[in-house]
């Protein structure tokens, strides 16, 4: 599938996606990209955060594409069990927290968890870090394999993030674009 013929859909985590984050480059560069705009982004709701994601679902004109980072990851897979309809048709999905079990996870997250461990019903990808803070390698590799997602080891890149010096993430280009090449 070619971005063009998407609507992609950019979901940011805890505190949104501030202009040097990746994501919020990503679609300025982007022309069929938005981000999903949420009313509480420092203090989220999960029923809140799930009903902007499938509203604007619903409203795309395109099959869509989701774009998730950190705690968008986990707003994906718990708006995933509730769609109804097939118009999402991939999700590329970096640096999921692991809100269960870690204790450096801040506890604003608690209201996502538990993570669903249900397939997804679209084609995925997660990336994850040996150095992210909030997620092992090894857990978000369990997440991957509960969602049927490929899964992809970004090596060491701590939150794939601003503080871990992501700011455009050329390599991350590279693993979305081949996620788009699958899609139809």
């Known amino acids: 599938m070619k971005i063009a013929e998407a609507d992609v859909l950019f979901v940011p985590g805890l505190g949104g996606a501030p202009a040097d984050h990746w994501q919020a480059r990503w679609v300025d560069r982007l022309s069929t990209a938005r981000l999903i705009e949420q009313a509480e982004w420092d203090t989220p709701a999960l029923e809140d955060w799930v009903d902007a994601i499938a509203r604007e679902i619903m409203m795309a ?4 594409v989701l774009v998730g ?3 968008g990851v986990a707003a994906i897979v718990h708006t995933a069990g509730r769609l109804a309809d097939t118009k999402v048709r991939g999700a ?3 640096a999921c927290p692991d809100i269960e079990e870690n204790r450096d996870a801040p506890r604003e997250t608690a209201p996502f968890a538990p993570m669903p461990r249900d397939p997804l019903p679209f084609p995925s990808i ?3 870090s040996a150095t992210d803070p909030y997620c092992s390698l090894e857990r978000a590799a369990e997440f991957a394999s509960a969602w049927g997602s490929d899964f992809r080891d970004a090596g060491n890149a701590g939150g794939i993030n601003i503080e871990s010096g992501h700011g455009a993430w050329p390599e991350g280009s590279l693993v979305f674009a081949r996620l788009m090449k699958r899609l139809k």
């Open 92 to 94: 590329f999905l970096v």
């Open 69 to 71: 980072h950190a705690l």
């Open 126 to 128: 997660l990336v994850a």
């Open 61 to 64: 004109t395109r099959p869509v």
